[in-house]
């Protein structure tokens, strides 16, 4: 397997290469000729020296969850805000239907975002729910 090294990154050479010129060559990674012609340089003992000295990026943090994730975090972890969240649902039909019709919840999502404001749930919280959800 051959590599080449694009904007800090280690890309490895594909199965099939589309060139410059819009032709494609099939088993394009088993050509060594080839994967030098077109920038594929880098071996394998280089790209693991590279790796070592380039440890992948930790993973974006989690913003979606499953809302069994949810309760069973909050009543892990923050039961005041299950037992707030189960008023609300009590007494608010908009938030039944909005919680009765997502199967995950994003919160990145309006909807989202404002019931967890009507509720008084701050950025922290939701901060240390999704953190909990990673442990």
Known sequence: MQYKIENDELIPAPVNFVTPDGKTIC????????????????????????????????PPPRTVCTKY????????????????????YAASPDLQF???????????????????QTLGISEAQIDAIFAALEA
């Not at 060594?32 to 930790?58: I, Q, S």
């Not at 949810?70 to 707030?84: D, G, K």
């Not at 995950?104 to 019931?115: G, P, T, Y």
């Open 27 to 58: 088993n394009f990674n088993l050509s060594p000729e080839l994967m030098d012609r077109y920038g594929y340089t880098v071996t394998e003992a280089e790209a693991e020296e590279w790796r070592e000295t380039h440890p992948a990026p930790p």
């Open 69 to 88: 994730e949810l309760v069973s975090v909050l009543s892990a972890h923050f039961p005041e805000l299950l037992a707030e969240l189960r008023q609300a």
């Open 98 to 116: 909005y919680w009765n019709s997502v199967n995950d919840l994003d919160r990145a999502n309006a909807d989202f975002q404002r019931f967890a």
